[in-house]
């Protein structure tokens, strides 16, 4: 009975408890580890790269570094005003692009927008009443007094001098108003001779400049009455907007600083009278 109770002992003992400590229990004693799928392993080692990749970037982009990166971005600032321009440069070729606040938007994929004309500066204008002294002088000289029929918009064309600074005008008409309005082609400049163009409208004038241009979807030249807007061609800078001007009592003058090299275009409307012809006496110098 005793031996038989010793054999149960060795029997169970092995398995009596998998929380008994074996103080001579080895390191080395081989495990049991159950196979790990294909998938699994896969899994794995995914998971893996992505922790490592995140390690990077986490080490790459530090707090001082992240603070450092928005301090130099904070230095570049979007052009907010007509005229401000941003210099790109490449750190790999060099290359230098130029942003101009005038584009519409800033498509760096080489889709070109059109380019608004910079603000430009108001006028002096003023009048006086010598009438009968202003007309019986240009009366006399070749070029300086010519009709503007009904319907009609003539346009004295006026380059910039190469000695000159601004261009100045000075017009009066016989017994009735006509529209006035001064308007710049920032144009290169090849010859300094002041030429005159008459067109039957404003609007035929307008789309004629259009099918020069090869411009899509005309906007409306727009009342004389409260002032026509703009022309058309993007090129175009507004002086002064065209209103009717009291030419037949005051003599109307005026004057404006070089913005550039271009041509002014001094614009005498009268479109919007159906019955009557204009006389019109001008005279357009520059200063220096």
Avoid at 16 to 31: F, G, I, M, N, T
Avoid at 131 to 143: D, H, I, Y
């Amino acid at each position: 009975m005793e031996n038989e109770d010793l054999e149960n002992t060795k029997d169970i003992s092995p398995v009596a408890s998998a929380s008994d400590p074996e103080p001579h229990s080895s390191l080395y004693r081989p495990q049991m580890v159950p196979p790990v799928s294909e998938d699994a392993a896969e899994d794995l080692r995914k998971a893996a790269s992505a922790l490592e990749a995140q390690a990077l970037v986490e080490q790459k982009l530090r707090p001082t570094d992240q603070g450092q990166v928005l301090n130099k971005m904070a230095k570049y600032q979007a052009p907010q005003r007509s005229g401000d321009i941003v210099m790109i440069q490449s750190e790999h070729t060099g290359a230098i692009d130029i942003l101009s606040a005038d584009l519409e938007s800033a498509d760096l994929l080489g889709d070109h927008r059109k380019v608004s004309p910079p603000l430009m500066a108001p006028p002096c204008i003023w009048t006086f009443a010598k009438m009968k002294e202003f007309k019986s002088k240009l009366g006399k000289e070749k070029n300086s007094c010519l009709v503007v029929k009904r319907g009609e918009v003539v346009t004295i064309r006026v380059p910039t001098h190469p000695e000159g600074k601004r261009v100045c005008w000075e017009f009066a008409t016989d017994d009735y108003d006509i529209g006035f309005g001064v308007y710049f082609d920032w144009t290169p400049v090849t010859s300094t001779d002041i030429t005159v163009q008459v067109s039957d409208s404003s609007e035929d004038e307008d789309e004629d400049e259009e099918e020069e241009e090869g411009l899509e979807d005309p906007v409306p030249a727009g009342d004389v009455e409260r002032g026509s807007r703009s022309s058309l061609r993007g090129r175009y800078g507004e002086v002064m907007p065209v209103y009717r001007r009291d030419s037949h009592q005051d003599v109307q003058a005026g004057s404006h600083d070089y913005p550039g090299e271009g041509i002014y275009l001094l614009k005498f409307d009268n479109s919007y009278s159906l019955l009557r012809n204009k006389t019109l006496y001008f005279h357009v110098y520059y200063t220096s």
